[in-house]
């Protein structure tokens, strides 16, 4: 595997893995089978896989769908501008964390998605564009367009919302988790990289 294919991959096969569990429930055509896979506030703990499960669960087909295309094109766009393997370790990083993150509103009860994700995976593109020679106007369009769009939900005071697009309500909180998770974790992956790098003597 060449490392500049390593992001691109990763996206990928989170993509994958989400249709393939959303599919699996969808399959068994009962409301009650999405349970086990999503994080729940009271008893995470007991289930602390559904940190992992829960953004790849999905409420619906076309949730599924929606997420995993957005995802994908995430993927495509930070493999053009050089997405390195640490910004996919970031990202794996970002996964579970993002949704840990949704601790800091209280009256979140349980959460299915990978909207998280996908807006962990937009702050990472965002930091790669940004340290990259050659991107940097397009970094400052989609961090820009990132900060807009969380400044807009207004996540923190809105966590939750309606949307009649989707058919179900929206934790817009996760987007702002996984863009904060996401955004920590590619500065601290990159400038650990850089200082590992130093300390062994070569390049970063």
């Given amino acids: 595997m060449k490392p500049r294919h390593v992001w691109l991959i990763s996206c990928f096969t989170l993509v994958l893995a989400s249709v393939c569990l959303a599919a699996f429930i969808n399959a068994r055509h009962d409301g009650s089978s ?3 896979w999503i994080w729940q506030a009271g008893n995470w703990r007991q289930s602390p896989w559904t940190l992992w499960s829960a953004p ?4 619906t087909p076309f949730h599924a769908f929606g997420n995993a295309l957005a995802l994908a094109a995430l993927g495509v766009l930070g493999h053009a501008i050089g ?7 970031a990202l794996l990083i970002a996964w579970p964390l993002a949704t840990l993150g949704l601790l ?15 807006h962990a995976a937009a702050a990472i ?13 397009i970094g400052v369009l989609l961090a820009a367009g990132l900060l807009i769009k969380l ?3 207004r996540g923190w005071a809105v966590p939750v919302i309606f949307d009649s697009n989707w058919g179900f309500n ?19 992956t990159d400038g650990g990289t850089r200082i590992l790098a130093r300390l062994l003597g070569g390049g970063a």
Avoid: D, F, M, N
Wanted: charged letters at 10%; hydrophobic letters at 60%.
């Fill in 34 to 36: 999405l349970h086990p």
């Fill in 56 to 59: 790849l669960a999905s409420i």
């Fill in 83 to 89: 997405a390195r393997p640490r910004e996919a370790l």
């Fill in 104 to 118: 800091l509103w209280p009256a979140l009860g349980w959460y299915a998605g990978l909207s998280g994700v996908i």
């Fill in 125 to 137: 593109v965002v930091w790669r564009a940004l340290t990259q020679r050659g991107v940097r106007g």
């Fill in 151 to 153: 400044l807009l939900e």
């Fill in 170 to 188: 929206v934790v817009q909180a996760a987007h702002l988790s996984g863009a904060a998770v996401g955004w920590v974790a590619a500065v601290v």
